[in-house]
């Protein structure tokens, strides 16, 4: 029987979008899935008719921001590998799941990501994005030399040191491995977003074999009240950055990698 992969859909208001995001993991052609829906207290009707599919609900007591509710949906996780999608995003392609997890397979990779993706307000006026770890302009970068990301993913240190200059991987992409995301810390719970950066880090620092999947992932949907565009968010971010400066600064590290921080500085 093939492996049952989780996915985990942190909601907060989410109202107009997370019927197409369920309904793009429901058109996937991989079998077994199950969803899990984690509800931070929305206060609009995101999950009043989530009855209707085949989900699981998790209501947050209180709201506790998108990093620990969807720590909490990857804690109850029941699949072999646990992807998470944005309740305001969806599955472009119905053999997402299936060309994931056959990279996988095959590769025996830990996790693997889509460095292709749709962006925009909605699905039928998006434009393809692409990104690429090659330290280059990123236009030029994610056009042409995307062909050597899963070269750069061999040298975890390299990418760690990159994610404090910018983060490639868009989470709603990613799938790891249940047993290797239990090795690590949980998602960090003391920032309310722009947390995937944090658990993508603690990923190489484990020297979690990561995979490039150059076909198309997401649809990732710009919107005036995504988490990422408040102040808070900003706040997160440079505070996710100086976490990974300190994490190098203050730990056994090669000499050139506490070098480079501190000119960054």
């Not at 009855?51 to 990093?67: D, F």
């Not at 969807?70 to 053999?95: E, H, M, Q, W």
């Not at 950066?197 to 620092?205: N, T």
């Amino acid at each position: 029987m093939p492996p049952l992969v989780t996915v985990v859909i942190p909601c907060y208001n989410a109202e107009p979008w997370i019927d197409e995001c369920i309904q793009s993991v429901l058109k996937q052609d991989y079998t077994p899935i199950e969803i899990v829906v984690v509800d931070d207290c929305s206060t609009d009707r995101s999950v009043q008719n989530i009855w209707q599919y085949p989900v699981r609900l998790i209501r947050n007591s209180i709201n506790m921001g998108e990093c620990k509710t969807s720590s909490i949906g990857f804690s109850k996780a029941r699949g072999d590998y646990i992807c998470r999608l944005s309740a305001d995003d969806a599955f472009v392609n119905t053999d997402h799941i299936t060309r994931q997890v056959k990279e996988m397979e095959q590769t025996n990779a830990d996790w693997c990501y889509n460095s292709k993706n749709m962006i925009g307000g909605n699905i039928d006026t998006a434009v393809e994005a692409q990104t690429a770890w090659c330290f280059i302009p990123i236009r030029k970068s994610a056009n042409l030399f995307y062909v050597f990301d899963n070269t750069f993913l061999k040298f975890k240190n390299l990418c760690y040191l990159m994610l404090i200059i910018r983060n490639p991987i868009n989470s709603s992409t990613l799938m790891i491995r249940a047993d290797a995301y239990h090795k690590m810390l949980s998602w960090d719970s003391s920032l309310r977003s722009c947390c995937d950066g944090l658990i993508i880090s603690k990923m190489f620092l484990c020297g979690l074999k990561g995979r490039s999947i150059h076909s198309m992932g997401v649809f990732y949907r710009i919107h005036p009240g995504q988490a990422t565009n408040t102040e808070s968010a900003s706040r997160d971010l440079i505070f996710m950055k100086v976490r990974l400066k300190n994490e190098i600064i203050n730990n056994v590290y090669p000499t050139w990698m506490k070098i480079f921080v501190r000119c960054l500085s």
